[in-house]
């Protein structure tokens, strides 16, 4: 299958665009606003500098040009709904739970507990959008991955690298939940929210890539047209 040549452009602009929205703006805000000494800033967060720096671009830059590479498949728009659904509710809760805790790990966009600053909500509103997103795109290229005869070696790469900067993003989370935490700091809520996130879109991507083993088929024009007669005449 001969690769589009608009792939590697869409991967580009989407990794830039990641970029620039999370770790780019918060560096623009953390010049921009004082914090007290006491508390953490930017750059004390791996997460905040190689995660969003460099993973989190990398991951969707590689799914962008995955999804922009393998040609459209049935159930996309379904699959990229619901995976979506589930990434954005996690990235909420995830922001929430933090936000309510009574005895969290503050840092220079929680100030003080149950209070965001404007960096803080910014980011808030940014993990619900990238959860969304991630979890879209994985759905998408999993599903489209699935339904090709063969995969292209750059395909399989791009995939397998996306999953090993997620996974590593994952990794800076925990290792920053856990640096310097006191036993009386609720890091609980968040760390069983990043677990269950990755569970949750693990089982995600399982089923789609299953049901699409099993469904199988690339989209062709009419399709939606042929399904719907075939319910209706099932149902006469």
């Not at 990235?91 to 739970?97: F, K, M, N």
Request: glycine residues 10%; positive net charge; charged residues 15%.
């Amino acid at each position: 299958m001969k690769l589009p040549g608009g792939a590697v452009i869409w991967a580009v602009i989407t990794a830039v665009a990641v970029g620039a929205a999370g770790f780019g703006a918060l560096v623009v805000l953390s010049a921009l606003q004082s914090r007290p000494a006491h508390l953490r800033g930017l750059f004390d967060f791996a997460s905040a500098t190689w995660g969003d720096g460099l993973m989190l671009p990398l991951m969707t830059g590689l799914l962008g040009y995955a999804v922009r590479a393998l040609p459209p498949a049935r159930h996309d728009a379904r699959s990229a709904a619901a995976a979506g659904l589930f990434g954005g509710v996690l990235g909420v809760t995830s922001q929430a739970s933090w936000l309510l805790m009574d005895a969290p790990r503050l840092n220079w966009t929680l100030p003080r507990p149950h209070h965001f600053n404007a960096a803080g909500w910014y980011h808030a509103a940014f993990v619900a959008v990238i959860c969304t997103v991630a979890a879209a795109l994985w759905a998408i290229a999993l599903n489209r991955a699935a339904r090709v005869d063969s995969l292209p070696r750059r395909v399989v790469v791009a995939l397998a690298t996306a999953f090993a900067a997620g996974v590593s993003f994952v990794a800076l989370l925990l290792v920053d939940a856990h640096a310097g935490a006191t036993p009386d700091e609720q890091n609980l809520g968040l760390l069983g929210t990043v677990v269950a996130a990755v569970v949750t879109l693990a089982t995600v991507a399982a089923v789609v890539t299953l049901r699409s083993r099993r469904g199988g088929g690339i989209a062709r024009p009419g399709d939606d047209v042929v399904d719907r007669r075939l319910r209706r005449e099932e149902r006469e």
